[in-house]
């Protein structure tokens, strides 16, 4: 039995590639082992083969991600681009060795850095030398797969954050503590007496031990500090080094001329705020860390079938990495496994557990037909699955980008905040510096002046200012999304919270949006005969009376349609079977001159009056038909607005439907005001003279027909499970269709904004009560550091109760 020279593999002789290599015949299992044999040999690393140990047989990696999915790996990091990658195929520490030689070789790659135990690797490369795509291709040469990394940077960089502050601190706190021991010597000298020698001794070795708390532990104040100098932007940082880095060099002084040190001041200010940064670290962590679990919902491989079967045989699967897949591909999902691509369900029956996703704790019935998302995991059935979106497409991808977003997007109070935060520093160092001046004019001793000084510096707390409204904002847009609500941003809750009055759409909103085809008229054509000429003509329509429609006929009675035009609130024309039809609402076929007898007026009537909805089928010349449906209102939906009323809410319906069928949802969900017959222009003229009329409106629709209303409100809400049109033009999305998350996004948003007045209260009263007492000097430094530290923990610990929301 042969092996394969490159991968071991154990192959048939008489069928494997045969090549004379050194003289001798090779055989190997297949081109691309025989490929990368011969490119290890001609790159002078054939060492490889010498090297690997623990080797596991096995051809190389075919499946890889597309460059164009490893270019979110990439980041920025001192003047040159970054990227960390997953590498499939790796098998032992000789991989590890041949890709750091082989990429270290290729032009603009300063570093590379590969994790045998994880299969990470770390590449840092010139952007103008080499590219994400080439450095992939070198990587698939060697035959190797990269992928894009499980987790992001934000966490990573969470990670090092934390990692960072708690060895900075915990080097501060050990040091320090060394130095308050001998201060506390040097205290009971200053009282007692103390020998000369004992003193030097004791001031040198605080001295000693305080230099690295400053420079080392201190570093990041001092690098902010010179940034913010360069940037004329000095910020909360400056306060801190000032602070401490004065007492540092007063002590230092004195070691020289002669007197009291206070390195104890200087080393304990550093350690305490330290302390406070890594405590809002970790819960800052802690806040991110739905964005880390949202990502890992994603599984990395998939089974993909391979060709369509035959001689009776099922299709063959393989196992490949979920970079690698692309619309239309064809994937098998077995029970308890989870989903990997958004797709539709082409064969088998199953329920799927989608709470990661939208909150709602029940499986959901799966079928023929049926859409599925990223990251859900498949209950007891067997699902093959076409796959539609795959990587930033999906919903899963989606939704991560949207809680990114709220991060980023700040509410308005923010800004008013971030404008104090930006003149409270330099106005806290010309207070810091007339106190000292004034001191010393006032006669006091110089040391007791700095220490006032410092005080000053250390005691401010813009940090409680910056933490007031983000942290509560982030915790609170957390809070919605484990409920179902997905929010686009701080400016999103602070005007939910503001919210007097709910209008809401009907179809699809307040009803099911799955009306059912309930009769067929015909006049001078058979009811068959206006059914499919009405199902061809709604065919590329998604709009839900048109599905109703369409399911009515099978798709191979349908007729070609050409010439589609959509008029949003009236109804559909195009060419089908050579003449130009409509299909609609009375005014819509008086628009385009077909006229509508008494008779038929009356019948529509008739229809109406049975709380159903009818849409008219028309040519250039009169009606053809009347085709009717029903839809369901919603089983919580009396519920959802009984609440919304009981918390003080106006609640209103819109809907292009008609009166009779209006009223009736209306009637049924308790809302007292009702308006039919209305377009999605008008409907958002509506709701523009309702704001002008002084409403705080919040508009609920499917976000699609309501796309107008839902820009025109001041909140925009879309209905549906994430749906593209949904998460991209709406501030808010209800990942399931439950209309009582309606009243827990605006109950979230009132306890936002609540916390965040508390937290900017506290700030406020805290630096206004602090402040003066620094200057008037009942205040030691170490006190004020403490306190400061304090300051900030309390807006954390404030904003936390957010989650409980």
Same mark, same amino acid.
């Given at each position: 039995?042969?092996?394969?020279?490159?991968?071991?593999?154990?192959?048939?002789?008489?069928?494997?590639?045969?090549?004379?290599?050194?003289?001798?015949?090779?055989?190997?299992?297949?081109?691309?082992?025989?490929?990368?044999?011969?490119?290890?040999?001609?790159?002078?690393?054939?060492? !490889?083969?010498?090297?690997?140990?623990?080797?596991?047989?096995?051809?190389?990696?075919?499946?890889?991600?597309?460059?164009?999915? =490893?270019?979110?790996?990439?980041?920025?990091?001192?003047?040159?681009?970054?990227?960390?990658?997953?590498?499939?195929?790796?098998?032992?520490?000789?991989?590890?060795?041949?890709?750091? /030689?082989?990429?270290?070789?290729?032009?603009?790659?300063?570093?590379?850095?590969?994790?045998?135990?994880?299969?990470?690797?770390?590449?840092?490369?010139?952007?103008?030398?080499?590219?994400?795509?080439?450095?992939?291709?070198?990587?698939?040469?060697?035959?190797?797969?990269?992928?894009?990394?499980?987790?992001?940077?934000?966490?990573?960089?969470?990670?090092?954050?934390?990692?960072?502050?708690?060895?900075?601190?915990?080097?501060?706190?050990? &040091?320090?503590?060394?130095?308050?021991? !001998?201060?506390?010597?040097?205290?009971?000298?200053?009282?007692?007496?103390?020998?000369?020698?004992?003193?030097?001794?004791?001031?040198?070795?605080?001295?000693?031990?305080?230099?690295?708390?400053?420079?080392?532990?201190?570093?990041?104040? &001092? /690098?902010?500090?010179?940034?913010?100098?360069?940037?004329?932007?000095?910020?909360?940082?400056?306060?801190?080094?000032?602070?401490?880095?004065?007492?540092?060099?007063?002590?230092?002084?004195?070691?020289?001329?002669?007197?009291?040190?206070?390195?104890?001041?200087?080393?304990?200010?550093?350690?305490?705020?330290?302390?406070? /940064?890594?405590?809002?670290?970790?819960?800052?962590?802690?806040?991110?860390? $739905?964005?880390?679990?949202?990502?890992?919902?994603?599984?990395?491989?998939?089974?993909?079938?391979?060709?369509?079967?035959?001689?009776?045989?099922?299709?063959?699967?393989?196992?490949?990495?979920?970079?690698?897949?692309?619309?239309?591909?064809?994937?098998?999902?077995?029970?308890?496994?989870?989903?990997?691509?958004?797709?539709?369900?082409?064969?088998?029956?199953?329920?799927?557990?989608?709470?990661?996703?939208?909150?709602?704790?029940?499986?959901?019935?799966?079928?023929?037909?049926?859409?599925?998302?990223?990251?859900?995991?498949?209950?007891?059935?067997?699902?093959?699955?076409?796959?539609?979106?795959?990587?930033?497409?999906?919903?899963?991808?989606?939704?991560?980008?949207?809680?990114?977003?709220?991060?980023?997007?700040?509410?308005?109070?923010?800004?008013?905040?971030?404008?104090?935060?930006?003149?409270?520093?330099?106005?806290?160092?010309? %207070?810091?510096?007339?106190?000292?001046?004034?001191? =010393?004019?006032?006669?006091?001793?110089?040391?007791?002046?700095? =220490?006032?000084?410092?005080?000053?510096?250390?005691?401010?707390?813009?940090?409680?200012?910056?933490?007031?409204?983000?942290?509560?904002? !982030?915790?609170?847009?957390?809070?919605?999304?484990?409920?179902?609500?997905?929010?686009?941003?701080?400016?999103?809750?602070?005007?939910?919270?503001?919210?007097?009055?709910?209008? &809401?759409?009907?179809?699809?909103?307040?009803?099911?949006?799955?009306?059912?085809?309930?009769?067929?008229?015909?006049?001078?054509?058979?009811?068959?005969?206006?059914?499919?000429?009405?199902?061809?003509?709604?065919?590329?329509?998604?709009?839900?009376?048109?599905?109703?429609?369409?399911? #009515?006929?099978?798709?191979?009675?349908?007729?070609?349609?050409?010439? !589609?035009?959509?008029?949003?609130?009236?109804?559909?024309?195009?060419?089908?079977?050579?003449?130009?039809?409509?299909?609609?609402?009375?005014?819509?076929?008086?628009?385009?001159?077909?006229?509508?007898?008494?008779?038929?007026?009356?019948?529509?009537?008739? +229809?109406?009056?049975? /709380?159903?909805?009818? %849409?008219?089928?028309?040519?250039?010349?009169?009606?053809?038909?009347?085709?009717?449906?029903?839809?369901?209102?919603?089983?919580?939906?009396?519920?959802?607005?009984?609440?919304?009323?009981?918390? #003080?809410?106006?609640?209103?319906?819109?809907?292009?439907?008609?009166?009779?069928?209006? $009223?009736?949802?209306?009637?049924?969900?308790?809302?007292?005001?009702?308006?039919?017959?209305?377009?999605?222009?008008?409907?958002?003229?509506?709701?523009?003279?309702?704001?002008?009329?002084?409403?705080?409106?919040?508009?609920?629709?499917?976000?699609?027909?309501?796309?107008?209303?839902?820009?025109?409100?001041?909140?925009?809400?879309?209905?549906?499970?994430?749906?593209?049109?949904?998460?991209?033009?709406?501030?808010?999305?209800?990942?399931?269709?439950?209309?009582?998350?309606?009243?827990?996004?605006? $109950?979230?948003?009132?306890?936002?904004?609540?916390?965040?007045?508390?937290?900017?209260?506290?700030?406020?009263?805290?630096? =206004?009560?602090? +402040?003066?007492?620094?200057?008037?000097?009942?205040?030691?430094?170490?006190?004020?550091?403490?306190?400061?530290?304090?300051?900030?923990?309390?807006?954390?610990?404030? $904003?936390?109760?957010?989650?409980?929301?």
């Amino acid at each position: 039995m042969a092996t394969c020279e490159h991968c071991l593999l154990p192959l048939d002789a008489n069928t494997a590639i045969r090549e004379e290599v050194g003289g001798r015949e090779a055989f190997f299992c297949c081109p691309g082992c025989r490929s990368i044999y011969a490119l290890l040999h001609a790159q002078g690393l054939a060492e !490889f083969y010498r090297r690997r140990t623990g080797w596991v047989p096995g051809p190389p990696e075919l499946f890889a991600a597309d460059p164009d999915a =490893l270019s979110d790996c990439v980041v920025e990091r001192e003047g040159e681009h970054e990227a960390t990658l997953a590498i499939s195929g790796i098998r032992c520490a000789s991989c590890v060795w041949v890709i750091e /030689r082989y990429l270290g070789r290729k032009p603009g790659v300063s570093l590379v850095r590969v994790n045998h135990a994880t299969g990470r690797a770390k590449i840092r490369f010139r952007p103008g030398s080499a590219g994400i795509a080439e450095i992939a291709s070198w990587i698939r040469e060697l035959g190797y797969a990269p992928h894009p990394c499980e987790t992001g940077e934000l966490e990573e960089s969470l990670r090092r954050e934390k990692r960072d502050l708690l060895l900075r601190f915990g080097t501060a706190a050990f &040091l320090s503590m060394q130095v308050m021991t !001998f201060t506390t010597a040097l205290y009971a000298g200053y009282f007692q007496g103390i020998e000369p020698k004992f003193l030097a001794w004791f001031q040198w070795l605080s001295f000693a031990l305080t230099t690295p708390v400053i420079f080392y532990s201190g570093y990041p104040f &001092l /690098r902010n500090t010179l940034a913010g100098i360069r940037n004329r932007a000095p910020g909360m940082d400056t306060l801190v080094f000032l602070g401490s880095f004065s007492a540092y060099a007063y002590s230092a002084a004195m070691l020289v001329v002669g007197g009291e040190v206070y390195f104890d001041t200087a080393g304990m200010i550093i350690t305490l705020i330290l302390l406070g /940064r890594y405590l809002e670290a970790a819960a800052r962590s802690r806040a991110k860390e $739905s964005i880390g679990r949202l990502v890992r919902l994603a599984p990395r491989e998939a089974r993909r079938r391979m060709g369509s079967g035959f001689g009776g045989h099922a299709p063959r699967t393989e196992t490949v990495p979920v970079s690698s897949l692309r619309a239309n591909d064809i994937i098998e999902i077995v029970p308890g496994e989870k989903i990997p691509a958004d797709g539709i369900v082409i064969e088998g029956a199953s329920e799927a557990d989608e709470s990661t996703l939208t909150g709602e704790a029940g499986p959901v019935a799966k079928g023929e037909g049926s859409a599925v998302c990223t990251g859900t995991v498949n209950g007891s059935g067997r699902l093959v699955v076409r796959v539609t979106q795959t990587g930033k497409e999906t919903v899963l991808s989606r939704i991560v980008r949207a809680v990114e977003e709220a991060q980023a997007r700040k509410a308005p109070v923010q800004r008013h905040a971030d404008r104090v935060v930006g003149w409270f520093v330099p106005a806290v160092i010309a %207070v810091a510096a007339l106190t000292l001046g004034a001191r =010393l004019q006032w006669g006091d001793p110089p040391l007791r002046a700095i =220490l006032v000084a410092i005080s000053v510096l250390v005691v401010a707390c813009p940090c409680a200012l910056g933490l007031a409204t983000p942290l509560a904002v !982030f915790i609170g847009s957390n809070a919605a999304r484990a409920q179902g609500i997905l929010v686009r941003g701080g400016d999103v809750l602070e005007a939910g919270a503001s919210v007097t009055e709910v209008f &809401l759409d009907k179809t699809g909103t307040l009803t099911y949006g799955r009306p059912c085809l309930a009769h067929v008229d015909g006049f001078g054509l058979a009811p068959r005969e206006v059914l499919r000429l009405a199902a061809s003509l709604e065919a590329p329509s998604e709009h839900p009376i048109a599905k109703a429609i369409g399911r #009515g006929v099978a798709p191979g009675e349908l007729l070609d349609v050409s010439a !589609f035009k959509a008029h949003a609130g009236l109804g559909v024309e195009g060419i089908v079977g050579g003449r130009r039809l409509f299909l609609g609402h009375a005014k819509f076929l008086s628009l385009n001159g077909v006229p509508v007898t008494g008779a038929q007026e009356e019948r529509f009537r008739e +229809i109406s009056e049975a /709380r159903r909805t009818a %849409v008219f089928l028309a040519d250039e010349k009169q009606v053809l038909g009347l085709l009717s449906s029903v839809d369901e209102l919603r089983g919580e939906a009396e519920e959802s607005v009984r609440l919304l009323k009981k918390e #003080g809410y106006r609640v209103r319906m819109v809907t292009g439907d008609s009166g009779p069928v209006a $009223s009736r949802i209306g009637k049924e969900a308790g809302i007292d005001l009702v308006q039919s017959r209305v377009t999605p222009v008008e409907k958002a003229e509506i709701i523009g003279k309702a704001r002008n009329a002084g409403g705080r409106v919040m508009m609920i629709g499917d976000g699609v027909n309501d796309a107008p209303a839902l820009t025109e409100a001041r909140v925009g809400m879309a209905m549906g499970r994430g749906t593209d049109i949904a998460l991209e033009s709406a501030d808010a999305v209800l990942m399931t269709n439950d209309l009582r998350l309606i009243p827990r996004f605006l $109950s979230i948003s009132r306890k936002t904004m609540r916390v965040i007045r508390q937290n900017l209260a506290w700030a406020f009263s805290y630096n =206004l009560v602090a +402040i003066p007492l620094a200057v008037s000097g009942n205040l030691h430094p170490i006190l004020s550091a403490a306190l400061m530290a304090a300051s900030s923990l309390m807006v954390v610990g404030n $904003s936390m109760r957010l989650r409980k929301a």
